[in-house]
């Protein structure tokens, strides 16, 4: 659920990032954390184990600029991506605008990635959302490392319906940006619609 | 009940009187800041020593708390635990639920107490819930008509891409 507050003349998006466990959700939010200029980020939040590993969430606030006198921010958070924490990724999906769906590209986990999609959706029909009208891309991410899925087999299992989607490496930064910009992108026009 | 997918929309007129709410507790309570925040982290209201702590991360923060609590109350069968209370060696953080959509927090230190942060949350908890039902009215008054309370219907694909320029 967006936000728009008149009195201070800002409107405050909420972006998840989705993805079966050591997908690189963490690792998108920190690459951009690093590459953001301090004026426009927040302090990141992680709320993690010892071993870094997402416990409840990360946040990242972030603000874009002005539209129409309007600031833009969008606050984003990932879940925790192992699979007994999902009473934990039900309460981050409230309210959300936007999805990105970070896959891991590597052959073994693509199981991995077709149940947390599985789960991403059935989470979000529990909360009333159909993931496909909500504004959603897919990153396919490690795209660096030697024994990936061919990109044909990754956008079968995962992108049936074509969504907006992008090769990544989120350690070095590739992908990352472009990932974010898209989502962005697809929440504002959304707003711009009024549908929801 | 505020709609959960729609967009929440916060005029000045409503601004004004939530804070001046606010406003009121800060003096009646002796508290040192206080914040109203939307179940979702956003933050709508803040008044008091503010500026020594971070907003942002106070909003999402407690937003994730008070959903956590909310889910371990659903597990034995509650329907939610309205009121947290956290005590430091210092400072103390008072958190309620407002009308089952928005949160209070009140920070105070031991110029306050307990007793009287609870009392006078209690009173403005009662103010707050009608503003809060007023919005809601005007945002269901409003369905049905979305460009009017949406400046951004008019935006442009160039304005988003300008964003990013």
Do not use: W
């Not at chain 2, 925040?37 to 709508?44: A, E, F, L, R, T």
């Not at chain 2, 400072?91 to 942060?117: A, K």
Request: charged share 25%; net charge negative.
């Amino acid at each position: 659920m967006s936000f728009i507050n008149y009195a201070s003349r800002e409107i405050n998006c909420k972006i998840v990032y989705y993805g079966p466990g050591l997908c690189g959700k963490t690792t998108n939010l920190q690459y951009i954390y690093q590459k953001t200029a301090n004026e426009s980020k927040g302090k990141m939040i992680s709320l993690a184990t010892e071993s870094e590993r997402t416990l409840f969430f990360d946040f990242l606030p972030l603000a874009l600029g002005e539209v129409r006198g309007f600031k833009t921010r969008f606050h984003l958070y990932t879940v925790p991506g192992q699979v007994f924490y999902d009473a934990s990724r039900k309460l981050i999906l409230k309210g959300v605008d936007g999805i990105v769906f970070v896959a891991d590209s590597q052959e073994e986990r693509m199981d991995a990635n077709i149940e947390s999609l599985e789960n991403l959706k059935e989470n979000l029909e529990e909360q009333g959302y159909d993931l496909y009208k909500l504004p959603f891309v897919i990153q396919y991410n490690k795209q660096d490392l030697p024994n990936i899925s061919p990109i044909e087999e990754l956008r079968r299992f995962l992108n049936p319906t074509k969504v907006p989607e992008f090769k990544a490496c989120a350690m070095s930064g590739v992908g990352v940006f472009e990932t974010l910009k898209a989502i962005a992108k697809l929440v504002l026009m959304d707003l711009k619609k009024g549908t929801r | 009940m505020l709609n959960t997918q729609t967009t929440f929309v916060l005029y000045d007129e409503e601004a004004e009187k939530v804070k001046e709410v606010i406003d009121n507790l800060l003096k009646a309570s002796n508290a040192k800041s206080i914040y109203l925040i939307d179940k979702n982290g956003q933050m709508i209201a803040s008044t008091g020593n503010v500026a020594e702590i971070d907003a942002t991360s106070l909003a999402s923060l407690t937003a994730g708390n008070i959903a956590a609590t909310g889910g371990l109350a659903k597990l034995i069968g509650e329907k939610e635990f309205a009121i947290q209370f956290h005590e430091g060696e210092k400072d103390n953080i008072h958190i309620s639920i407002v009308g089952s959509r928005v949160i209070l927090v009140v920070i105070f230190d031991q110029r306050s107490s307990l007793g009287l942060v609870r009392l006078r949350v209690k009173k403005a908890s009662n103010t707050l819930t009608t503003i809060f039902d007023e919005i809601s009215a005007k945002e269901n008054a409003q369905d049905g008509m979305p460009g009017r309370a949406n400046p951004f219907a008019e935006i442009t694909d160039d304005d988003i891409d300008n964003l990013f320029s």
